[in-house]
């Protein structure tokens, strides 16, 4: 779960003071991820270089690893990507697949079966290896659990845009914050846009969420089943946790298990949701 620095500066203070640290966290909502753009950086200036980005001051982006191309063989369930640089354990996700049939671009993907240009897939991290039925002869992998450069960045953390210019961005902690530094240039990364989303009939709105009281900075929801209402043509690609019906305070933020495209109106179940203040993301 990454919680944003307010929220952590916030919960910590509440478990100094001997209080729940998730009696902030009232609402849980959805956020739609846009279409990813491929970045650098300078670790000269902290500056971020995106052609034509389209990013405003303010706006909550994620950070991720380059994309990469990657074909795969349906036989061996292998797939290949020269030097990739993967680990077992890597977090990824593929995009714009041709073949693959049994292979999905809304799941979280674990690497196994790590070599120099070859790995396997898994649902689970050290798992058996997803079965695809079909070649997949071309497609785009991307890690999104850790950058391959970019040394004080972290992959999957929320930041939030500020110094925006046509190509250029710097990126903040908090809204209107300081420049984020980072020691070593960000040779190729992917940015991507995280927005609540909005529309629908029933209109799309926050529900109301509870955790159990604990001490020790991990939480449980003891809601168990919020039924967000999802409008046509979205996907529910993060939950956000707020401290308000509307308005309020993002929190924190985390990829659900599974990330449904909804052509229609549509309902996501929030079945539970454990909180961990202190785990890095």
């Known amino acids: 779960m990454p919680y944003m620095t307010a929220a952590k500066n916030v ?15 009232t609402h849980v909502g959805v956020l739609r991820a846009d279409a990813g753009k491929a970045v650098t950086g300078a670790a000269s200036t902290d500056v971020f270089t995106s052609t034509a980005h389209g990013y405003s001051n303010g706006d909550l982006v994620v950070l991720a690893d380059g994309g990469k191309s990657v074909t795969g063989t349906a036989s061996t369930d292998v797939l290949s990507s020269t030097a990739h640089g993967y680990s077992n354990g890597d977090v990824v996700m593929l995009s714009g697949l041709t073949g693959g049939a049994g292979l999905s671009t809304t799941v979280r993907y674990y690497v196994i079966g790590a070599s120099t240009d070859r790995f396997q897939l898994s649902l689970t991290a050290g798992g058996s290896a997803v079965d695809f039925t079909t070649d997949m002869s071309a497609g785009t992998v991307t890690r999104v659990s850790t950058l391959a450069s970019g040394a004080g960045l972290v992959a999957g953390r929320g930041y939030y845009v500020i110094g925006s210019s046509t190509d250029r961005f710097q990126l903040a902690l908090t809204s209107g914050g300081s420049a984020v530094d980072f020691t070593t240039d960000l040779s190729a990364g992917t940015v ?29 929801d003891s809601t168990n089943g919020a039924v967000i ?15 308000a019906s ?4 993002l929190l924190a933020f985390n990829p659900p298990s599974v990330v449904e495209t909804f052509a229609g109106q549509g309902t996501c179940t929030v079945r539970d949701a454990d909180l961990d203040l202190l785990a890095t993301p």
């Open 11 to 25: 919960m910590l203070d509440a478990l100094a003071n001997g209080r729940s640290p998730a009696l902030q966290i």
């Open 192 to 220: 991507t846009r995280l927005v609540e989303l909005s529309g629908g009939s029933p209109a799309y709105a926050r529900q109301a969420i509870a955790f159990n009281a604990a001490g020790s900075g991990t939480v449980d």
């Open 229 to 243: 209402d999802m409008p046509p043509s979205s996907t529910n690609d993060y939950l956000g946790h707020f401290s």
């Open 246 to 249: 509307t308005a309020g305070t």
